[in-house]
């Protein structure tokens, strides 16, 4: 088993592994099979469109069955407990294939694997896996499989690449919405979150080179765009004279074309009222606003070093609203941070009573070792953070459904992404706001704009038909 020697992104090396790699794959009868599976966030889908981008690039194609795949991936998440207890049990359910396929790679990537306990525990317990990277490491992957295949070594690293590299090949998954990443990594340090331990400090990418790659996706028939990043608001401010995140959005939305363009996730204390504006003011950026607020409790809003109070974030929101009155406003929140009381839950469902959120994202707080809360000694009873969340949920439901609603008889230009999944006799498309709307209509229509009239709110869809 050996540390690679620190790995810097070399385009030279990695095009030649890629090379070396298609070489040694074609003598094969048919071409290999690779089975690459996504925990965790869009940051890592995307990522993974990357990846499978170079192993296509390498002359591997897909399957979604473990049993068929010479190379399985799996890009893991550590956002909470639960994440890694499943990658644990999946990997773990591997180990018969390997005995039977000694050939076989098996890869973990992403941001569970960048830390060291996991690591550690991979070598000793899971001695089928072949390679282990954190989630800067993906455009070095044809190195690591060129090392592994030649030597038949393990390559376990933790090494993290200081730039966002570029021009590596992406295989999309979908043919009408794309992810672009525009800025990874976090330097908040919110003292639940493992993120920052995983992802590094922020990096931004140059605009130049993300408005080049929305211009090719545009050009490719690409019509929703979503712009990625930790904390997207905060784009740019790692690099000196690069734009903010509110110019580079106004720079995107004056490349010519139909479309659309989202992005997730902002910090509050990063959403300037100039962002708001600016979304207000581009007409191909979506009114869609998400915008954790992760408690209403000032107390506990400090202890979690959010660096906002709940009155500072309603001020937000109501800008946010009489700047664009329709804007479709979403969060997430975390149930049960250590020392969260009763009347701190009950800020909590103030709050998000206060706002009436379109949708909420609810999590029961995980503790993170290596993350500051965790070693808080008054940890909340786990009965009642789930009597709590329950609490929060059905609060959260009848929001929704209320929004929704509202809806109704009304107007919307949607953009048509697919077959329904509630109904495949129906079409799903999505409103600016984000909100899906099935309705009938001619599968053709998919990958167009089109005006539908709401005809039925639900709690978590609407349904529509073609505007007459
Ligand atoms: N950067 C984004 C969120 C990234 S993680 C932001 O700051 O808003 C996505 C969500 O997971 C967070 O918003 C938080 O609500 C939740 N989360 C993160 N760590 C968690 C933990 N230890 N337990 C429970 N939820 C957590
Ligand atoms: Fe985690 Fe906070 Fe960074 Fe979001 S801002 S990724 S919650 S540390
Ligand atoms: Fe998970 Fe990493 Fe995203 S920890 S939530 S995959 S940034």
Known sequence: MTETNKIQHNEQARREAVLAIAKQMSGRNEPPFACVRTYGCQQNVADSERIKGQLSEMG????????????????????????ELKVYGNVGALKHLKAEKPDMLIILCGCMMQQETVQQQIKRKYKHVDIVFGPSMFSE???????????????????EIPVIAEDIPVLRDDAHKAWVSVMTGCNNFCTYCIVPYVRGRERSRSSKEIIKEIRGLVQEGYRDITLLGQNVNSYGKDLEGELDFAD????????????????????????????????????KVCNQLQLPFQSGSNRILKEMNRNYTAESYYSLIEYARKVMPDVVITSDVIVGFPGETEEDFQCTLDLVEKVGYDNLYTFLYSKRTGTKAATAENQVDEKIKKERFNRLLALQHSNCLAKNKEMEGKDYTVYVESLSKNNPKMLSGKTMGGKTVDFKGDPSMIGSFCEITVTKAKSWSLDGKIKE
């Open 248 to 283: 580079l959005l106004r720079a995107i939305n004056d490349i010519e074309g139909e479309f659309w363009i989202r992005f997730t996730t902002s910090h509050p204390k990063d959403c300037s009222l100039k962002l708001l504006d600016t979304m207000a003011e581009c007409d």
């Open 60 to 83: 591997y194609q897909f399957t979604d069955d473990t049993e068929e795949a010479d190379l399985i991936l799996f890009n893991t998440c550590a956002v909470r407990e639960h994440a």
């Open 141 to 159: 992957l044809p190195i690591m499989m060129k090392s592994a295949l030649e030597k038949r070594e393990k390559i376990f690293t933790r090494d």
